[in-house]
C-alpha cells in the first residue's frame, strides 16, 4: 500500500495533470466550435479525455471514471463519424467538460462518492440518447467511401494494374519546341520496368488540321509501369522538365499497405507531414514542393489536402502519416517537458540574481585591479553570468496563448448573458512572458473583456442599425516592443463617450466643473475607485468595482494601461509590461552619494546641461523646439546638499509620455536584480524597488511609470517656468 | 514529300523525310492545300528513317481530320522507325492499324 506521503504526491501529480488535460480538452472544443469538421481537434480531445479516464483509475477515483467512461463512448462515436457533431452536442461537451471538472474537484477535495449523483445521471442519460440515435447515421461512411473511390478511380482493382505504378503526363504545348520528345521518357520508362499500358490521350487536338499547330504538343500519357521501382527513380525520368509538365505518380494499389506499414515504422521524430510522406517514399522532395508551393497560394489549406487532391499521394496514407504525426507529438510533448515546483524555480532565480550581484562586483573590482589576466578573467566570467541569466529567465517564459484560450469559453458565455454575438479573435498567441506575469495578468484580462463585451459592444439590433455586423468582435493580442510586452484588448463597439465620463466624474466631485483636461486623461478616470458609468448595473460588471482593481493589479506588475478609444468604432485597452519582474537592464544614475537604477529600456537619450539652467525642482526644458516635462530627482527625494556643476538630464519615455529626470552623474548600464521593498516602503511613490550594486551598495530602482503621470500633473499648472534647455 | 493522284479523289504520298519536330511544320504546311478534295489517301512512310513524338502526334491528327471528314486514310507502309515509335505509345488503335503483339509480351 501507499503511505501518506505517496498517496499525496500521486493526487497532486493527479490535480495538475487533470487540469492540464481539461484545459486541452476545452481547447479542442473551442477549436471545434470554429470547425465542427476539425479531425485532428475531435482526436485532441479523446485523447484528453481517455489519458483523464486513465489517471482517475489509476488514483482509483470511481465516480470520475465512470462519468468519463460515458462521456469517452460518446466521443469516439464523434471520432468514427457515427455521431455527426453539431453545437447542440458541442454544447453538451461543454457540459460533460464542466461535469468531470466539477467530479474532479470533489474527488481532490477527499470525497469517496459524487456529491451530486442527480447531476451526473442526466448527462449520462443525455450521452446515451444522442448515442442511440447517432449509430443508425451513416453519414460518415459514406464519405469514406467516396474518399476511397477517388483513388480507385486512377488504378482500377485488376491484378496487374494492382501492382502496376500509375504514371500520368499532361504537357505543356511548348514541350516539342523546347527539344523535349516523349517517346524518349517511355523508352527510359521501359528500362524501369514494364510499360503494360500507355493511354494517349488525344482530347487536345484541334478537328480542324488548319488550326493545327504541328510544332505543338497536344497529348498527354496515362501509364501503367510494372516493376521493382520507387517513386523518387521514376521522378528522375522527367527531371528537366520543371514546369513543362504535369507529372503524377502514384505507387501500386497493393503497394499501399506496404508503405502504410513504413510510416508507422518510422523513427519517432517529430516530423512535419511532408516530410513524413517523403520519408516513406510517397512524395519526392519535388513533389512536396510543388505541394508547398500550392498551399502557400491557397490560404488555409492544409498540406495533406493539397497533395491528396493533386493526386500526388493517395489519401489513406495522408491519413495514417497524419495519425503517426500526432501520435508522435503527443509523445513528444509529454517527453519534452519537465515539471518542476515553482518555489524551487523561485530559488533558481534568486540564486542566479544573487550571482549578477557578485558577477558584477567581481567586475567592478577586477576593473580597478592592475592584473590583466584577472579583469580578462572577469569579463569572460560575466558573460557567462549573462547567458545563465538570461536561460534562467527563458525558463520562467511560457507563451501567452493558452492564457487567451481559457476566453472563449467566458466570451461566449458572457455573450449568451447579453444576448450578443460575440467572436474572440486571438493575435499574437505565441508571445512570450514571465509565468507570474501570465497568472497575474488573468484577472485583469477577465475584467477587460467583461467591460468590452457589456459596455463596448452595442445590441445586435443596435448594431445592424449604423451598419456593422451583428456579431461583435473581441480582439485579444500581444507583442513585444521596445523590451515590452504589450497586451491589448480591443473591440469593435461603440467605444467610449468622454463627455459622459467627465459628465459623471463631476457628479462624483472627481474632477471640478469647468477643468481643462484632455481627453486620455478624461479616460484614464474610468480607473478610478467607484467610479462607473453603466446607466444600469448588470450582473456581469457595472458595479464599479473592477475597473480599478485592473489599474491596481497592472500597476502591481510595474505596467501602464492606456486606452485608445475611437468613438463609434471601438475601444482598445493597451497594456504595458515589463519582461520580467525578477531581473532587468539598468541605468545607473546618482544625486550626491545616492545611487538610482532607471530601467534601460525606458531611456531615450541623456543630455547634460549646466546646473543654473535648471534650478527649479520641476518645469518645463525645451528640447529641440519641444516643451519637456521634467524634475529634479534632489528635489523629489529631498536630498540634502547643492546641485553638481554639470548635471545630466536622462530623458525617459512610456507609452506616449516622456519627460526628463534630472541627475548629477550617470553610470551606465548595469543589470539590475530587483529586490522588493519591504511592507513599510510599498507605498512610496517613484521608487518600485531596489537592487544591491556591485560594491555593495543599495540603488533605489525608479518607478518610472509613476513618475511620469506625477510629473505630467504637476507641470499641466503652468507653463510660465520654461526655459531653454540647449544652449 | 511526294504527292501524286492515282485516281479521282485518290492521293498516295510518299514522305521520304524524317519525321521529326525540324521537319514537320513544312511537311505540314505542303500537305495541307493538297488534301483538300482527297477522299482516299494513303500515306506511304516506309522511308521514313526517323520519327519522333511529333511525328506521331501529325499522323495522329491527320487520322482525327479524316475521320471527323469521312476520308478514307491509311498508312501503308511504315517503316521501322515509325512502327516502334507506334508501338512503343500503343497508339495502333488510334491510327487505325492491327495491333501487334511483340513476342515478349505475347509470351505472359
Known sequence: ?727 | MDVSEPGAGELTVVISEDLCIYEIAQLHDQLLPRLAGGQKIQLDLGAVAECDSAGLQWLLALRAWARSSGVTLSFEPLSDAVRELVDLCQVQSLLGLQTVIPADMGAC
Open chain 1, 1 to 727: 500500500m501507499l503511505d501518506d506521503e505517496q498517496w499525496r504526491w500521486l493526487a497532486e501529480t493527479f490535480i495538475s495533470e487533470a487540469q492540464e488535460l481539461l484545459q486541452r480538452a476545452e481547447m479542442s472544443l473551442s477549436d471545434l466550435e470554429q470547425d465542427l469538421q476539425d479531425v485532428e481537434a475531435i482526436n485532441s480531445l479523446f485523447r484528453a479525455v481517455h489519458t483523464l479516464k486513465g489517471s482517475a483509475g489509476i488514483l482509483g477515483v470511481d465516480f470520475v471514471v465512470g462519468f468519463t467512461h460515458h462521456y469517452e463512448n460518446l466521443l469516439v462515436g464523434v471520432r468514427d463519424g457515427d455521431i455527426p457533431l453539431d453545437s447542440a452536442l458541442l454544447h453538451l461537451c461543454y457540459r460533460c467538460l464542466d461535469r468531470i471538472n466539477h467530479l474532479i474537484e470533489a474527488a481532490t477535495g477527499g470525497l469517496q462518492d459524487d456529491p451530486d449523483p442527480e447531476a451526473t445521471a442526466i448527462l449520462v442519460r443525455q450521452l446515451n440518447e444522442v448515442q442511440r440515435s447517432g449509430a443508425d447515421l451513416p453519414v460518415a461512411q459514406d464519405g469514406q467511401h467516396q474518399e476511397r473511390g477517388t483513388f480507385e478511380r486512377v488504378s482500377p482493382a485488376s491484378d496487374q494494374r494492382d501492382q502496376a505504378w500509375h504514371i500520368s503526363l499532361r504537357f505543356d504545348r511548348e514541350l516539342f519546341r523546347s527539344g523535349f520528345d516523349p517517346a524518349s521518357f517511355l523508352r527510359y520508362l521501359g528500362r524501369l520496368g514494364q510499360l503494360t499500358e500507355v493511354i494517349y490521350i488525344a482530347d487536345e487536338l484541334p478537328d480542324d488540321l488548319a488550326d493545327f499547330d504541328p510544332e505543338q504538343c497536344y497529348f498527354g500519357l496515362e501509364i501503367n509501369l510494372l516493376g521493382d521501382t520507387t517513386k523518387a527513380d521514376i521522378e528522375q525520368v522527367f527531371e528537366f522538365l520543371d514546369d513543362l509538365a504535369t507529372i503524377r505518380i502514384l505507387p501500386p494499389e497493393s503497394q499501399l499497405e506496404d508503405y502504410i506499414q513504413l510510416i508507422r515504422a518510422l523513427p519517432e521524430d517529430d516530423h512535419r507531414l511532408g516530410e513524413i510522406l517523403v520519408k516513406a517514399g510517397l512524395l519526392t522532395e519535388k513533389e512536396l514542393q510543388q505541394g508547398l508551393n500550392l498551399q502557400s497560394a491557397e490560404q488555409g489549406r492544409k498540406l495533406g489536402e493539397v497533395v491528396v487532391d493533386a493526386q500526388m499521394v493517395a489519401p489513406e496514407a495522408v491519413q495514417v502519416a497524419l495519425e503517426k504525426q500526432s501520435s508522435v507529438r503527443e509523445r513528444l510533448g509529454r517527453a519534452a517537458y519537465l515539471k518542476i515546483a515553482s518555489d524551487k524555480m523561485d530559488e533558481l532565480i534568486n540564486q542566479v540574481g544573487e550571482l549578477v550581484i557578485a558577477a558584477e562586483g567581481m567586475r567592478l573590482a577586477a576593473q580597478q585591479s592592475v592584473q590583466a589576466r584577472i579583469s580578462e578573467r572577469a569579463e569572460e566570467l560575466c558573460r557567462h553570468v549573462e547567458s545563465i541569466r538570461e536561460s534562467a529567465l527563458r525558463l520562467r517564459m511560457v507563451e501567452i496563448g493558452e492564457t487567451f484560450n481559457r476566453f472563449h469559453r467566458l466570451i461566449r458565455e458572457t455573450g449568451d448573458g447579453l444576448g450578443k454575438q460575440v467572436k474572440l479573435d486571438i493575435q499574437g498567441a505565441d508571445t512570450e512572458l514571465d509565468k507570474t506575469m501570465v497568472d497575474r495578468i488573468y484577472e485583469p484580462l477577465v475584467h477587460l473583456v467583461r467591460n468590452a463585451i457589456d459596455h463596448g459592444l452595442e445590441s445586435p439590433e443596435r448594431r445592424l442599425e449604423v451598419g456593422k455586423p451583428e456579431q461583435g468582435t473581441v480582439t485579444l493580442n500581444a507583442f513585444h516592443e521596445s523590451g515590452q510586452i504589450v497586451i491589448e484588448v480591443s473591440d469593435d463597439g461603440g467605444g467610449i463617450d468622454p463627455d459622459r465620463i467627465l459628465q459623471k466624474a463631476i457628479e462624483r466631485d472627481l474632477v471640478a466643473p469647468g477643468a481643462d483636461i484632455d481627453e486620455q486623461s478624461v479616460l484614464q478616470l474610468i480607473f478610478h475607485p467607484g467610479f462607473s458609468t453603466a446607466q444600469t448595473v448588470t450582473n456581469i460588471s457595472g458595479r464599479g468595482v473592477g475597473m480599478d482593481s485592473v489599474r491596481k493589479d497592472i500597476d502591481g506588475l510595474r505596467g501602464t494601461i492606456e486606452i485608445d478609444n475611437r468613438p463609434g468604432r471601438g475601444c482598445c485597452f493597451r497594456i504595458r509590461l515589463p519582461l520580467t519582474l525578477a531581473i532587468i537592464e539598468g541605468f545607473l544614475v546618482s544625486v550626491g552619494e545616492q545611487y538610482y537604477v532607471i530601467p534601460l529600456e525606458l531611456v531615450t537619450e541623456c543630455i547634460e546641461l549646466p546646473a543654473h539652467l535648471a534650478q527649479k525642482a520641476e518645469g518645463y526644458l525645451e528640447l529641440r523646439g519641444q516643451a519637456l516635462p521634467y524634475l529634479a530627482l534632489r528635489h523629489y527625494f529631498s536630498i540634502k546638499g547643492g546641485a553638481a556643476e554639470r548635471q545630466s538630464l536622462v530623458v525617459v519615455r512610456q507609452g506616449n509620455l516622456s519627460a526628463g529626470v534630472l541627475v548629477d552623474r550617470l553610470h551606465g548600464e548595469i543589470q539590475t536584480v530587483i529586490k522588493p521593498l519591504g511592507q513599510l516602503f510599498q507605498h512610496l511613490k517613484g521608487v518600485g524597488g531596489a537592487t544591491i550594486l556591485g560594491s555593495g551598495e543599495v540603488a533605489l530602482i525608479l518607478d518610472i511609470g509613476s513618475l511620469l503621470r506625477q510629473v505630467c500633473d504637476q507641470t499641466d499648472a503652468g507653463s510660465d517656468r520654461l526655459i531653454a534647455a540647449m544652449p
